[in-house]
């Protein structure tokens, strides 16, 4: 019996013989893994991308906001939180990291000429906890600064462009809805939000000055909570809602005036829509996979009765069947193999320069290669089977005789 | 002298009812070790048919075919095709050498299916090679070789497993007659030195004269088994 290295050699000499139809040949393969890599690898940096801005907004976040978006018809007034729900959630809810509560309002910041519109954000200082979000320069509110009410602020990326250009924005005082406070610290970058909002346009000044100087009252437009862990989420949801259902005497058989959202349904939702994409664009590419094949299985019909005498005299000389068929197979899974892995890297190639464009994360999973690569290889023993068995199961007679 | 090839009341038939033909009907041969055998006969004798049983590439329909002893007709495709590989060499008259293949390379290719290493292959090639004549031709390909030079190659090739028995249909049907004397020169001589029984099918008298011996075929049976004083 013949050596599977000694049938490598014979399939690599006889496809050596014939470059151009090998070439082109192995060129269905080349573009469906391609395909395959380059679309996979670009939905997984687009699911990336989207899972990045989502927790972005902060880790196992659930979201409190008074009203109910779910009632329909025009939104109804329904009274804002307390300081005292704060402490309530605090004291009452177990399973919490960090919470903070945040009064919202739209303001101007003024600094000399410039105004700019932006959001006033009141908060304590767990807020930068729970919205993970460190300073780049400067420092954050110190006990006395929150208690007493200075006015102080943090400002956002954006408000420095905006404002200060190129200067140093720390220790000058700005304008902010027309209340003057120095800057003490600024927040690194964050970039926009899952819905398009510019998060880095933002003025944080401690709650109390807010409330005082701003707001004018005590109100707390949303509370943002921080469960310990993503399992805890649903938990921690089910317990606040509970808590304020009492707290605001929601009365039987009325919907509660208030919503206690999870982000990670938000992050499923975006998720699951991702995963469905990649995959139709996956099966997509696996199709033109198939055509590859069938490629493939045509040139090797074509190749075995091109070469019938050949054949005739392998077998007349004393080759086995099974020897002529894993000639063949082996003609046909070198093609597939040799088409794969140019495709990865072809695919690789094109991803790369698609996140490029795309501004993506270039991700590569090594199970997709790997998986492309095993795939083309069963494509070339599929679609490699039926014309090496032709080859395998002639008369050699015949063979010899054909012409 | 032992018996090589033992054919006893051989038939082939071909199709069936209406349309059948009988190519052999009850063909008794035997040809010993060392004998050089001419197969006459007009084209559809069954001299053809009776090759392709004594090769082992076909099966008779009844009758029985001992090889140097052994029973073959009741052998499967690869039983056949491994005797083959070790005992039976082919020449055939269209050649039949690879295409865009050196001389070296065709002549190893029966050495490759009997899992010979690669310089030992090289070596035996080149020996058959310079049986035949060829030497410093080994790294020719086909269409660099004359009609004469490529079936010396396809007879090197048929030598270099060193066969018991070689096959030959119709080996100069192709050539000239100055090549076709060279070539039956040649098969006389491994007849004679190697000691290798050949088989040859062919049309012409000149080249049966090469022959120790001659059968002759007509409508599947055998005519005429003479043998010739050398």
Redesign the interface.
Same mark, same amino acid.
């Given at each position: 019996?013949? +050596?599977a290295a000694?049938v490598l050699r014979?399939a690599l000499v006889e496809l050596g $013989?014939n470059p151009m139809r090998s070439g082109l040949t192995t060129l269905g393969i080349v573009i469906g893994i391609a395909a395959v890599i380059a679309l996979v690898t670009l939905g997984q940096g687009a699911s990336a991308s989207i899972t990045n801005t989502i927790s972005g907004l902060g880790r196992n976040l659930v979201i409190v906001s008074p009203g109910n978006a779910r009632q329909g018809g025009p939104p109804q007034a329904a009274a804002p939180f307390k300081l005292g729900d704060l402490r309530a959630i605090e004291r009452e809810v177990s399973g919490i990291a960090a919470m903070a509560g945040v009064g919202i309002l739209a303001v101007n910041a003024v600094l000399g000429n410039a105004s700019y519109a932006t959001s006033a954000f009141g908060s304590e200082l767990s807020y930068l906890a729970v919205r993970e979000w460190p300073l780049s320069a400067g420092r954050v509110f110190d006990e006395g600064e929150m208690r007493s009410g200075k006015a102080v602020c943090i400002i956002g990326q954006t408000l420095v462009r905006e404002l200060f250009g190129a200067q140093d924005p720390l220790g000058v005082a700005i304008r902010v809805g027309g209340t003057s406070c120095q800057v003490i610290g600024v927040l690194s970058p964050k970039g926009q939000s899952i819905v398009g909002q510019d998060q880095d346009n933002v003025v944080l000044l401690p709650l109390t000055t807010f409330q005082r100087r701003l707001a004018g009252n005590t109100d707390i437009s949303t509370i943002m909570v921080s469960a310990a862990s993503p399992d805890l989420t649903t938990k921690v949801q089910e317990d606040i809602r509970s808590l304020l259902h009492e707290r605001r005497r929601v009365p039987p058989g009325k919907q509660d005036d208030f919503q206690v959202n999870d982000l990670s349904e938000i992050a499923t939702i975006v998720g699951g829509v991702t995963v469905i994409l990649t995959a139709l664009l996956g099966a997509i590419a696996a199709i033109s996979l198939l055509v590859g094949g069938i490629g493939i299985m045509n040139i090797m019909l074509v190749s075995v009765t091109e070469r019938t005498? &050949?054949i +005739? =005299? $392998? *077998? @007349? =000389? +004393? @080759? *086995? &069947?099974r &020897?002529v068929l894993a000639q063949f197979l082996a003609e046909a899974v070198l093609l597939s193999l040799i088409g794969g892995l140019i495709g990865v890297a072809l695919g690789l190639g094109l991803s790369y320069a698609g996140t490029r464009v795309l501004a993506l994360p270039f991700i590569v999973d090594p199970l997709v290669v790997a998986g492309a690569a095993l795939f083309s290889g069963l494509v070339g023993v599929g679609f490699g089977f039926f014309p090496a068995r032709r080859a395998a199961r002639m008369d050699? =007679?015949e063979a *010899?005789r054909h012409e | 002298m032992t018996t090589l090839i033992a054919l006893e009341h051989l038939r082939k038939v071909y199709g069936s009812g209406e349309t059948q033909v009988v190519a052999l009907d009850d063909i008794s041969l035997a040809i010993d070790h060392g004998e050089f055998v001419a197969v006459m006969g007009p084209s559809g004798s069954g001299k053809s048919t009776a090759m392709n049983i004594i090769g082992c590439l076909d099966t008779p329909t009844a009758g029985t075919y001992r090889f140097d002893g052994r029973e073959v007709t009741t052998l499967d495709r690869d039983a056949r095709a491994l005797l083959r590989r070790g005992q039976i060499g082919f020449v055939f008259q269209g050649f039949n050498l690879l295409k865009r293949t050196t001389a070296l390379e065709n002549v190893e290719l029966p050495l490759v299916y009997r899992g010979v290493a690669r310089a030992e292959r090289r070596r035996l090639a080149r020996d058959a090679l310079a049986k035949v004549g060829l030497e410093g031709r080994e790294g020719h390909s086909q269409a660099e070789l004359s009609g004469g030079q490529q079936q010396r190659v396809a007879i090197a090739r048929a030598i270099v497993t060193a066969p018991a028995l070689l096959l030959a249909d119709e080996p100069t049907g192709n050539l000239d007659s100055e090549r076709s004397r060279d070539i039956m020169t040649l098969l006389a001589g491994l007849n004679r030195d190697a000691g290798i029984t050949i088989v040859m099918v062919t049309h012409e008298p000149d080249m049966a004269a090469f022959a120790r011996r001659r059968v002759r075929f007509l409508d599947g049976r055998i005519l005429a088994d003479e043998r010739l004083a050398s």
């Amino acid at each position: 019996m013949i +050596g599977a290295a000694a049938v490598l050699r014979m399939a690599l000499v006889e496809l050596g $013989r014939n470059p151009m139809r090998s070439g082109l040949t192995t060129l269905g393969i080349v573009i469906g893994i391609a395909a395959v890599i380059a679309l996979v690898t670009l939905g997984q940096g687009a699911s990336a991308s989207i899972t990045n801005t989502i927790s972005g907004l902060g880790r196992n976040l659930v979201i409190v906001s008074p009203g109910n978006a779910r009632q329909g018809g025009p939104p109804q007034a329904a009274a804002p939180f307390k300081l005292g729900d704060l402490r309530a959630i605090e004291r009452e809810v177990s399973g919490i990291a960090a919470m903070a509560g945040v009064g919202i309002l739209a303001v101007n910041a003024v600094l000399g000429n410039a105004s700019y519109a932006t959001s006033a954000f009141g908060s304590e200082l767990s807020y930068l906890a729970v919205r993970e979000w460190p300073l780049s320069a400067g420092r954050v509110f110190d006990e006395g600064e929150m208690r007493s009410g200075k006015a102080v602020c943090i400002i956002g990326q954006t408000l420095v462009r905006e404002l200060f250009g190129a200067q140093d924005p720390l220790g000058v005082a700005i304008r902010v809805g027309g209340t003057s406070c120095q800057v003490i610290g600024v927040l690194s970058p964050k970039g926009q939000s899952i819905v398009g909002q510019d998060q880095d346009n933002v003025v944080l000044l401690p709650l109390t000055t807010f409330q005082r100087r701003l707001a004018g009252n005590t109100d707390i437009s949303t509370i943002m909570v921080s469960a310990a862990s993503p399992d805890l989420t649903t938990k921690v949801q089910e317990d606040i809602r509970s808590l304020l259902h009492e707290r605001r005497r929601v009365p039987p058989g009325k919907q509660d005036d208030f919503q206690v959202n999870d982000l990670s349904e938000i992050a499923t939702i975006v998720g699951g829509v991702t995963v469905i994409l990649t995959a139709l664009l996956g099966a997509i590419a696996a199709i033109s996979l198939l055509v590859g094949g069938i490629g493939i299985m045509n040139i090797m019909l074509v190749s075995v009765t091109e070469r019938t005498r &050949e054949i +005739g =005299i $392998r *077998l @007349a =000389i +004393g @080759a *086995l &069947e099974r &020897e002529v068929l894993a000639q063949f197979l082996a003609e046909a899974v070198l093609l597939s193999l040799i088409g794969g892995l140019i495709g990865v890297a072809l695919g690789l190639g094109l991803s790369y320069a698609g996140t490029r464009v795309l501004a993506l994360p270039f991700i590569v999973d090594p199970l997709v290669v790997a998986g492309a690569a095993l795939f083309s290889g069963l494509v070339g023993v599929g679609f490699g089977f039926f014309p090496a068995r032709r080859a395998a199961r002639m008369d050699p =007679i015949e063979a *010899l005789r054909h012409e | 002298m032992t018996t090589l090839i033992a054919l006893e009341h051989l038939r082939k038939v071909y199709g069936s009812g209406e349309t059948q033909v009988v190519a052999l009907d009850d063909i008794s041969l035997a040809i010993d070790h060392g004998e050089f055998v001419a197969v006459m006969g007009p084209s559809g004798s069954g001299k053809s048919t009776a090759m392709n049983i004594i090769g082992c590439l076909d099966t008779p329909t009844a009758g029985t075919y001992r090889f140097d002893g052994r029973e073959v007709t009741t052998l499967d495709r690869d039983a056949r095709a491994l005797l083959r590989r070790g005992q039976i060499g082919f020449v055939f008259q269209g050649f039949n050498l690879l295409k865009r293949t050196t001389a070296l390379e065709n002549v190893e290719l029966p050495l490759v299916y009997r899992g010979v290493a690669r310089a030992e292959r090289r070596r035996l090639a080149r020996d058959a090679l310079a049986k035949v004549g060829l030497e410093g031709r080994e790294g020719h390909s086909q269409a660099e070789l004359s009609g004469g030079q490529q079936q010396r190659v396809a007879i090197a090739r048929a030598i270099v497993t060193a066969p018991a028995l070689l096959l030959a249909d119709e080996p100069t049907g192709n050539l000239d007659s100055e090549r076709s004397r060279d070539i039956m020169t040649l098969l006389a001589g491994l007849n004679r030195d190697a000691g290798i029984t050949i088989v040859m099918v062919t049309h012409e008298p000149d080249m049966a004269a090469f022959a120790r011996r001659r059968v002759r075929f007509l409508d599947g049976r055998i005519l005429a088994d003479e043998r010739l004083a050398s």
